[in-house]
């Protein structure tokens, strides 16, 4: 059988960077064919384009005389003779890499600028191995409308946990979905004890080694608020049936509870290459692609309710979801531009959730989703958390 051909969209992230690790694995089962970046490191995806020979390579800024420049140097070093894979450039560049003809195309962008590519890989007809999960939650039916039934599958975590769990029943038999958060670095602390938090803090996550925004959104929870959503979105399954319950030990990534009251659990230690392997080969699953639990190490796993008052992010976004329309792609730019100015030192933590609630608040929705009204709903966004910012003192 000939390796499935890999688009990788955001090659030089957490993401990116693993699923290189996974196609090392496993070079029998998957070839990359394309990769895309933002271009904040042109280094790194010189090198990568040379190490995979990917025959396209995007970035959205930054020079491409430079990247030419890099590659050529890398292929040199590397032995590579006539290596001179296509470069694209400019804000698009990872939607025209979308596009290619390829098997599957990994999303792991990150932010809701994933929207465009998200839709030009379905479009093509490639299978979206999603961990891009912004690109959902602002697209919401526009995104599942231009899907073909099983095209997107899960790389996060949780979601790719339930579809494993959703193997074993039918549609019918589903009572609920229970997403696990490990509750952050901030886990048992009172809303006033979140006031002071450092970014530094924030982004001490206790068992994942992610980028920045999803660090900082996990410990808001509001991460776990937009999984929510996302759960929602792939699995049809109603706001209301899907619980969030807190997991410190990020070993069981999600649960299916039936309607007989029986619960199937997807476990696995904390390690994405499980998931972006499953999501690369769907519905097969890699051998080796990470490390089981070790049974002969004494091992305890706990469980407890989510902190709503210290915590709201969850519910604020089951109400934005529920309002449905644009109201979900507000509640992600707001926190976008909130978690920026968070890191730039404008803003206090607990100010991240207040500012998402109050723009919130301040929407009125579009009569109709659309790519252009989610895109002026995101731009308005962004806009009026930005004059709500510009006022705020530390
Ligand atoms: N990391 C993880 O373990 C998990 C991540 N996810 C989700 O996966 C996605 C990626 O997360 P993560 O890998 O942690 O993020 P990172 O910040 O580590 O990586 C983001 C990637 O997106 C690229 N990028 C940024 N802007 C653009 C742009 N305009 N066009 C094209 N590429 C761009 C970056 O390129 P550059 O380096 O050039 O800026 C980088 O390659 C997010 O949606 C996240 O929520 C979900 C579950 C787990
Ligand atoms: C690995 C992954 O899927 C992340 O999205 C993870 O869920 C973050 O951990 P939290 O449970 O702390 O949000
Ligand atoms: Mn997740």
């Known amino acids: 059988m000939q390796p499935r051909k890999i688009i990788l969209l955001g090659s030089t992230g957490s993401?990116?960077?693993?699923?290189?690790?996974?196609?090392?694995?496993?070079?029998?089962?998957?070839?990359?064919?394309?990769?895309?970046?933002?271009?904040?490191?042109l280094e790194l995806i010189a090198q990568q384009a040379v190490h995979t020979k990917a025959q396209a390579v995007g970035i959205a800024y930054g020079d491409a005389h430079e990247l030419h420049r890099l590659i050529g140097a890398a292929a040199s070093a590397a032995g590579l003779r006539n290596y001179d894979p296509a470069i694209i450039t400019g804000p698009d560049a990872s939607t025209k890499i979308a596009a290619i003809?390829?098997?599957?195309?990994?999303?792991?962008?990150?932010?809701?600028?994933g929207l465009a590519p998200t839709l030009a890989a379905l479009k093509s007809g490639a299978i979206l191995a999603l961990a891009n999960k912004e690109s959902l939650i602002v697209g919401g039916a526009l995104v599942k409308a231009a899907a073909a039934v099983d095209q997107i599958v899960p790389v996060d975590s949780e979601h790719s946990a339930i579809a494993q769990c959703l193997r074993a029943g039918t549609d019918k038999e589903v009572g609920k979905l229970i997403l696990t958060a490990s509750g952050g670095p901030f886990r048992g602390r009172s809303r006033e004890q979140l006031r002071n938090v450092t970014p530094a803090e924030a982004l001490a996550h206790p068992t994942w080694d992610m980028g920045l925004m999803v660090t900082t959104n996990s410990a808001s929870l509001v991460n776990k608020g937009l999984e929510v959503i996302e759960a929602h979105l792939l699995f049809d399954v109603p706001l209301d049936r899907i619980d969030v319950v807190v997991h410190p030990q990020s070993v069981v990534h999600s649960m299916v509870e039936f309607v007989d009251g029986s619960i199937i659990a997807q476990a696995s230690p904390p390690d994405m290459r499980l998931p972006i392997a499953l999501g690369l080969g769907w519905p097969d699953r890699v051998p080796g692609a990470a490390k089981a639990c070790d049974w002969t190490k004494a091992t305890r796993w706990t469980f407890e309710p989510l902190d709503s008052v210290a915590f709201p992010a969850v519910e604020l976004a089951k109400d934005a979801a529920k309002q449905g329309s644009t109201f979900p792609a507000v509640f992600n730019a707001a926190n976008e531009e909130a978690v920026e100015a968070f890191h730039a030192g404008r803003i206090r933590f607990t100010d991240i959730v207040d500012t998402v609630e109050s723009v919130l608040s301040e929407h009125s929705g579009s009569l109709e989703l659309t790519v252009d009204s989610v895109l002026d709903a995101e731009r308005w966004a962004r806009t009026r958390t930005h004059d709500r910012l510009a006022n705020s003192t530390l």
């Open 15 to 41: 993401i990116g960077t693993q699923a290189i690790d996974v196609v090392d694995a496993a070079p029998h089962l998957f070839e990359v064919v394309a990769l895309s970046a933002g271009g904040g490191n």
């Open 101 to 113: 003809e390829a098997d599957v195309v990994l999303n792991g962008i990150t932010g809701s600028i």
